[in-house]
C-alpha cells in the first residue's frame, strides 16, 4: 500500500494524541524511526503492507482508503519473457 500524503498523516496523527512512538508500538514495530520517516514523506517510506495500514487506520480511526492506495505494479515489457 502506498501513503497519499505524508502531511495528512501527520495531521491526523496530531488530532489523535498518536507519537511516531505510539503509533509504531501499535503497529508492532520497535522503532519509532520508520512513522517518523514516513510523517516528512521521505523516499522509501511511501509504501506499507496491507496489514500495517489497516492497523494504522485502525489507530487512527479512519478508512485505510483515506490514508493509502495500492502500491503502483510496474508493467512487464512481454518481449523480455520471450527469450
Known amino acids: 500500500m502506498r501513503l497519499k500524503?505524508?502531511?495528512?498523516?501527520a495531521l491526523l496523527?496530531?488530532?489523535?494524541?498518536?507519537?511516531?512512538?505510539r503509533l509504531a508500538r501499535?503497529?508492532?514495530?520497535?522503532?519509532?524511526s520508520y512513522?517518523?520517516?514516513m510523517m516528512r514523506g521521505?523516499?522509501?517510506t511511501r509504501t506499507v503492507t496491507e496489514r500495517t495500514a489497516?492497523?494504522?487506520a485502525e489507530a487512527l480511526g479512519v478508512p485505510?482508503?483515506?490514508?493509502f492506495a495500492p502500491a503502483e505494479v510496474k508493467s512487464v515489457d512481454s518481449t523480455c519473457l520471450a527469450a
Do not use: N, V
Open 13 to 21: 496523527m496530531k488530532e489523535k494524541g498518536f507519537g511516531p512512538s
Open 26 to 32: 501499535y503497529c508492532g514495530h520497535s522503532s519509532h
Open 42 to 44: 521521505l523516499p522509501g
Open 5 to 9: 500524503s505524508a502531511e495528512m498523516l
Open 54 to 56: 489497516d492497523l494504522i
Open 64 to 67: 485505510r482508503d483515506l490514508l
Open 35 to 37: 512513522i517518523s520517516r
